[in-house]
């Protein structure tokens, strides 16, 4: 959720009222309370006109919602059971709702990550990263910072490879986890770890820890570091950076290249571009984008990942700060 959303929903709470705020919460992620909890209590003189249009925008989204697809697991399960029978239905329930069974582990959730290192710090590495895929991503970030160079990037490399959870796993995990995390002989093979999770926890992480992390992965397999790289700042994530991040880049940039690579690019991200350049300039990579024509998805992508390297390469420098990175601002 965008800094401007949770502003956004922390005054509609304040607005609705002790109990109906009390029911929402209920419905809410340990990561989600604690950022909206800290939003309600920065809140500080906010005028009726921002109540007003926050309170339209949410009558305006509510009503273009229905009540389809709400508890939705509990009808699957029911439809299922009911059409093929317990057994039949148990595996495909499974592989459709991604291993439910294992909901005691958000007991962790709601731990400080300090602590939740603190736990698994001793256990064996494959055990701990089965246990962070679990955890919301910037949580599992966390708890890698409480632990040594080496237990990281052992556990990093694990999650990347790791293409599912095994019932056996999941039973050393249970025991591990004592009462958190309940389940057993039903649990089935859970879709997670892999190297998107594995960049997406990288993400969180402020750039020398990424660095030992991404080198350490390197001496193993090259291959397996640069895709882990490639998901963990996509193009369109240059919507993120500030703008004397995008002029700087801009300045290494060709401008045949930036006009193949803006193909395809959501407009937020095309306005961002001429936002940081001349009038001129944006004016005449508008006529060259419009006279382009149809570009083959690959060679977007090519130019792309080209445009990317040197983002890599300006922040690697110290040059532009990746945002989602675990650092610190620059004060001048």
């Known amino acids: 959720m965008s800094q401007d959303g949770l502003q956004k929903s922390a005054i509609l709470l304040m607005s609705l009222g002790e109990e109906e705020a009390v029911e929402v919460f209920k419905y809410l992620g340990p990561r989600e309370v604690q950022k909206l909890g800290t939003a309600m209590a920065a809140l500080a003189n906010v005028t009726r006109d921002q109540v007003e249009e926050v309170l339209s925008e949410f009558r305006d989204k509510a009503e273009e919602k229905t009540t389809l697809g709400m508890a939705s697991d509990d009808y699957i399960r029911k ?17 459709i709702l991604h291993g439910g069974d294992t909901s005691g582990i958000e007991g962790l959730k709601w731990m400080d990550s300090g602590s939740v290192a603190e736990l698994i710090k001793s256990e064996h590495p494959q055990i701990i990263a089965t246990i962070l895929v679990h955890l919301d991503r910037d949580q599992a970030s966390e708890v890698l910072g409480f632990f040594p160079e080496r237990l990281r990037n052992d556990v990093i490399l694990r999650i990347a490879t790791l293409e599912g959870v095994q019932p056996a796993a999941l039973r050393e995990l249970n025991d591990v986890l004592t009462k958190l995390l309940t389940g057993g002989d039903k649990l089935k093979k859970s879709a997670m770890g892999g190297v998107r999770t594995a960049a997406e926890i990288l993400n969180f992480m402020g750039a020398s820890e990424e660095g030992t992390v991404i080198s350490a992965i390197k001496d193993y397999d090259p291959d397996l570091a640069q895709r882990i790289q490639d998901e963990m700042f ?6 993120d950076l ?3 991040s995008i002029q700087l880049l801009l300045r290494e940039v060709q401008s045949e290249s930036l006009i193949v690579a803006l193909k395809g690019t959501s407009p937020e991200l095309r306005e961002k571009i001429f936002k940081n350049m001349s009038q001129r300039a944006a004016e005449m990579l508008r006529d060259d984008l419009e006279a382009k024509g149809a570009v083959r998805l690959s060679e977007v992508e090519a130019e792309q990942k080209e445009i990317l390297k040197i983002v890599r390469r300006l922040a690697e420098g110290g040059q532009i700060i990746l945002a989602g990175k675990g650092e610190e601002g620059l004060v001048e």
Do not use: Q, S
Request: charged content about 35%.
């Open 79 to 95: 439809v299922l059971t009911k059409a093929l029978g317990n057994d039949k239905a148990a595996n495909l329930i499974d592989r």
């Open 234 to 239: 996509v193009f369109e994530n240059l919507l």
């Open 242 to 244: 500030d703008d004397r």
